[in-house]
């Protein structure tokens, strides 16, 4: 049950960067967002899943395991693709 909460989290939160222009979906700015603060944002919740990950593991297992570098480059590879629907929704929405 745990694992489908976390994952609803993980993926509103990554794409709720394209959506909002708050920074965090809590702060509003005086100016739009760019390129480098989505960025930032999307640095902020990988780590921030990173550290869910770990607590979950140690919760379920005991301890947490260690992890070589394939682990971190799909974890990255998850977010590219979870972020690709706010990315599309953001630059594909029309304007008038």
Not at 28 to 37: E, P, Q, Y
Not at 66 to 80: H, K, N, P, R, S
């Amino acid at each position: 049950m745990l694992f489908y909460i976390f994952t609803g989290f993980f993926l509103l939160a990554v794409n709720f960067i394209f959506i909002s222009e708050k920074v965090l979906g809590l702060f509003l700015v005086g100016r739009k967002k760019g390129l480098m603060g989505r960025c930032f944002e999307l640095t902020l919740i990988y780590f921030s899943v990173l550290l869910g990950l770990r607590l979950a593991e140690i919760r379920n297992y005991g301890t947490a395991y260690t992890q070589g570098w394939e682990f971190y480059v799909i974890l990255i590879c998850m977010f590219a693709v979870a972020v690709f629907p706010g990315f599309v929704y953001r630059s594909l929405r029309f304007k008038r």
